[in-house]
T-cell receptor, first 112, second 117 residues
Framework: SQTIHQWPATLVQPVGSPLSLECTVE??????LYWYRQAAGRGLQLLFY??????ISSEVPQNLSASRPQDRQFILSSKKLLLSDSGFYLC???????????FGEGSWLTVV | AQTVTQSQPEMSVQEAETVTLSCTYD???????LFWYKQPPSRQMILVIR??????QNATENRFSVNFQKAAKSFSLKISDSQLGDTAMYFC??????????????FGQGTTLQVKP
């Protein structure tokens, strides 16, 4: 069966510091991968999606970037964090575009 | 642009009873998917049920079922025999179908459900 893991689960970072959140999927090949962000008490917003290695599409302009160095690895990064980057970040995957999206456990980022 | 509306910010139900969560959406698309996700206090987003718009039959997963009314653009979730573990925030979500689809889910604002013993 397929599994998705992301880490770290919780992160407290000072303003201006870099960020790296990692996500891996097991049990499938060539998944579509996504990064979502959830503001407190609200629904999710798609940040990035990837249909293959090195292929990244951004949904909203922001202080973050994403990379996919391997087929089942997806990384969310920032060179300099802003206070507004605080939130709950979820990695997700699907088998094909249009298929059901499954989420990881999430990473809670607090920028101080 | 598509929108999803959940008009019930909070609901409660007694254990073993039935509760229905409402969801309406707006789209000009004919083919699409609808989902209900559950987010317990652990914050992980868990798929509850999925409906394909071209299917007239309402989806069912054990105690969870939907009432899909395509013409009315309504997609409600019924939870039967509610259990304490059903306590969570529930999100209704929409996704377009087709090759141009990015896998982008459009979420409602969520309904917090509390199951009381």
């Amino acid at each position: 069966s397929q599994t998705i893991h992301q880490w770290p689960a919780t992160l407290v970072q000072p303003v201006g510091s870099p960020l790296s959140l990692e996500c891996t999927v097991e049990g499938t090949s060539n998944p579509n991968l996504y990064w979502y962000r959830q503001a407190a008490g609200r629904g999710l917003q798609l940040l990035f999606y990837s249909v293959g290695i090195g292929q990244i599409s951004s949904e909203v302009p922001q202080n973050l970037s994403a990379s996919r160095p391997q087929d089942r690895q997806f990384i969310l990064s920032s060179k300099k964090l802003l206070l507004s980057d605080s939130g709950f970040y979820l990695c997700a995957w699907s088998g094909t575009v249009g298929n059901t999206i499954y989420f990881g456990e999430g990473s809670w980022l607090t920028v101080v | 642009a598509q929108t999803v509306t959940q008009s019930q910010p909070e609901m409660s139900v007694q254990e073993a009873e039935t509760v229905t969560l409402s969801c309406t959406y707006d789209t000009s698309e004919n083919n699409y998917y609808l989902f209900w996700y559950k987010q317990p206090p652990s914050r992980q987003m868990i798929l509850v049920i999925r409906q394909e718009a071209y299917k007239q039959q309402n989806a069912t997963e054990n105690r969870f079922s939907v009432n899909f009314q395509k013409a009315a653009k309504s997609f409600s979730l019924k939870i039967s025999d509610s259990q304490l573990g059903d306590t969570a925030m529930y999100f209704c979500a929409f996704m377009k179908h087709g090759s141009s689809n990015t896998g982008k889910l459009i979420f409602g604002q969520g309904t917090t459900l509390q199951v009381k013993p």
